[in-house]
Each structure stands twice: as structure tokens, then as C-alpha cells.
């Protein structure tokens, strides 16, 4: 069963930035679709951004401009650069991947907090 593994999230000030990475542990990596989501306290899940196979990106109209989806087959990871934070910004980002339209697993999530 494919494990994904999320990292990079932390602690950073109004308007920092972080880097999160999402490690895919299967051999279909470079034929999923993938995504970053993220769910605040008391808020559902959202999309934030994702990334086909062959590399077309999608984003929520909340982030458009500050954040960006990026993937590399060869390390097998997708990452989510994440510029000009706010504090609405915190929450625990997910990674997931899709095949055929369907997500088939969740990473782990890992927290991202911005606050001064």
C-alpha cells in the first residue's frame, strides 16, 4: 500500500515562508495526480493546490499568487512552496494522491502555524 509522507510545516511569522514536501513511497508516483489540502479547527478539509501527471496545476483562489505545487518524478515527492503566509494559512496541510479521479490515500498531515 503506497505511503505518503508530509514534511516541512512549522512555526513562521506573517508573511514567511515554508516548504512542504510529501514523499510517495509507491511505483505509480509518476502516473498519480496529487494534492495538498489543508483543514483548519472547526473547518472542513480544503483543496489547496494540485498537480496532474503531466504537470498541469490547479489552486484555490485563496492562495493563487502565494503558493506553489511542484513535483519531481524522479524523487518521487510533491512539494508546496508556500510564500507570503497569513495567519488564515494555518491548519494541517495533507497530501494525497489520485488515480483516475479517485484519492486513494492520505499522508499523515503535518502542521503549519502562522502567527507573529
Known amino acids: 500500500q503506497v505511503q505518503l509522507v508530509e514534511s516541512g510545516g512549522g512555526l513562521v511569522q506573517p508573511g514567511g515562508s515554508l516548504r512542504l514536501s510529501c514523499a510517495h513511497s509507491?511505483?505509480?508516483?509518476?502516473?498519480?495526480?496529487m494534492g495538498w489540502y489543508r483543514q483548519a479547527p472547526g473547518k472542513q478539509r480544503e483543496l489547496v493546490a494540485s498537480?496532474?501527471?503531466?504537470?498541469?496545476?490547479n489552486y484555490a483562489d485563496s492562495v493563487k499568487g502565494r503558493f506553489t505545487i511542484s513535483r519531481d518524478n524522479a524523487k518521487k515527492t510533491v512539494y508546496l512552496q508556500l510564500n507570503s503566509l497569513k495567519p488564515e494559512d494555518t491548519a494541517i496541510y495533507y497530501c494525497?494522491?489520485?488515480?483516475?479521479?479517485?484519492?486513494?490515500?492520505w499522508g499523515q498531515g503535518t502542521q503549519v502555524t502562522v502567527s507573529s
Open positions: 494525497s494522491y489520485s488515480i483516475g479521479g479517485t484519492i486513494r490515500s
Open positions: 509507491g511505483t505509480i508516483f509518476s502516473i498519480s495526480a
Open positions: 498537480i496532474t501527471s503531466g504537470g498541469s496545476t
